[in-house]
């Protein structure tokens, strides 16, 4: 069994009215994601992506359709808890997540209200600050940090719990390139040398590629899934829908329109100039 399973949700945010249209935020959508697993969900503002991500720890229900969640259906009240421990969410502005004034008592915070005792919490906090490489800054004021330094101590506060998976909403929208490749490096690191899984919400494509997965969703709906070199080898399906695709991509599969003989599409910036130094022989 999946660790998170979503099973044709449908989502409003109005409320239904007898013989009014309503137009879903989600609409129909399923999708299995394995423990371990990193999958990246792009697509355009208003697409449903933020929606549905906020349905993993049962933060909105769904109006139809289930989710569940290790197995348990996030509409059960009785799981609340539990899935809320399984699933942290990280949010896009970190500013929104900190609650304390010294950085080792945010990170304290999740577990102190989950009734941990304080020696397990002291090294909770001491762990999740190591994993996101912040241990250095426990005793600063978050308020003086950069942005990269601010969205890690809010995962740090998420590792705290313990959780199976981490759930982020655009965590890099506001960030510059330099804090955005430290929260990316943070999630790679925690998906391959703890095993946690993720799932990233973006509208950046270069971290979309770095996933195991990227799901496409437009109006609602899933348009389409699969690796990274299966998704962004569609352009013209991308462009379609007005979403982007990496610039690699974009300018190989413009060099193919011009007659360049070249079969793969790049993700990367090094594989573009090795498939260009491969043509141009």
Same mark, same amino acid.
Request: charged fraction near 25%.
């Given at each position: 069994m999946s660790f998170i399973s979503i099973q044709d949700v449908c989502f409003s945010?109005?409320? &239904?009215?007898?013989?009014?249209?309503?137009?879903?935020?989600?609409?129909?959508?399923?999708? =299995?994601? =394995?423990?371990? @697993?990193?999958?990246? &969900?792009?697509?355009?503002?208003?697409?449903?992506?933020?929606?549905? #991500?906020?349905?993993?720890?049962?933060?909105?229900?769904p109006d139809s359709g289930r989710v569940l969640i290790d197995g348990d259906d996030t509409a059960v009240e009785d799981n609340t808890y539990a899935i809320r421990e399984k699933v942290g969410l990280v949010l896009q502005n970190p500013d929104n997540q900190l609650v304390a004034s010294?950085? $080792? $008592?945010?990170? !304290?915070? +999740?577990?102190?209200?989950?009734?941990? @005792?304080?020696? =397990?919490? /002291?090294? /909770?906090?001491?762990? !999740?600050? *190591?994993?996101?490489?912040?241990y250095d800054y426990r005793g600063h004021a978050p308020y /003086?940090?950069? +942005? +990269? %330094?601010?969205?890690?101590? #809010?995962? !740090?506060?998420?590792?705290? &719990?313990?959780? %199976?998976?981490?759930?982020?909403? =655009?965590?890099?929208a506001m960030l510059d390139p330099s804090g955005?490749?430290?929260v990316i490096s943070t999630l790679l690191k925690l998906n391959r040398t703890q095993n946690i899984t993720v799932v990233l919400i973006t509208h950046f494509m270069d971290e979309a590629v770095? !996933?195991? /997965?990227?799901?496409?969703?437009?109006s609602g709906k899933i348009l389409t899934q699969g690796t990274p070199g299966d998704v962004?080898?569609?352009? @013209?399906?991308?462009?379609?829908? *007005?979403?982007?695709?990496?610039?690699?991509?974009?300018l190989i599969h413009k060099l193919r329109g011009c007659g360049l003989q070249i079969d793969k599409i790049p993700l990367t910036q090094e594989d573009c100039v090795a498939l260009l130094e491969e043509a141009m022989r």
């Open positions: 945010y109005e409320e &239904i009215e007898e013989g009014k249209h309503v137009t879903n935020a989600v609409d129909g959508v399923s999708l =299995e994601v =394995e423990q371990g @697993e990193f999958v990246a &969900i792009i697509g355009h503002n208003g697409c449903g992506k933020s929606t549905l #991500a906020k349905h993993l720890n049962a933060l909105l229900l010294i950085v $080792e $008592e945010d990170v !304290a915070f +999740g577990p102190e209200n989950l009734g941990v @005792e304080p020696s =397990e919490i /002291r090294r /909770r906090v001491d762990a !999740a600050l *190591r994993a996101v490489d912040m /003086r940090l950069s +942005g +990269g %330094q601010k969205q890690r101590v #809010a995962i !740090a506060g998420i590792l705290a &719990i313990q959780p %199976q998976c981490i759930v982020l909403d =655009e965590p890099t955005r490749q430290e770095l !996933a195991d /997965r990227v799901v496409v969703m437009d962004f080898s569609q352009v @013209e399906l991308l462009k379609k829908h *007005r979403l982007d695709v990496p610039q690699s991509a974009e």
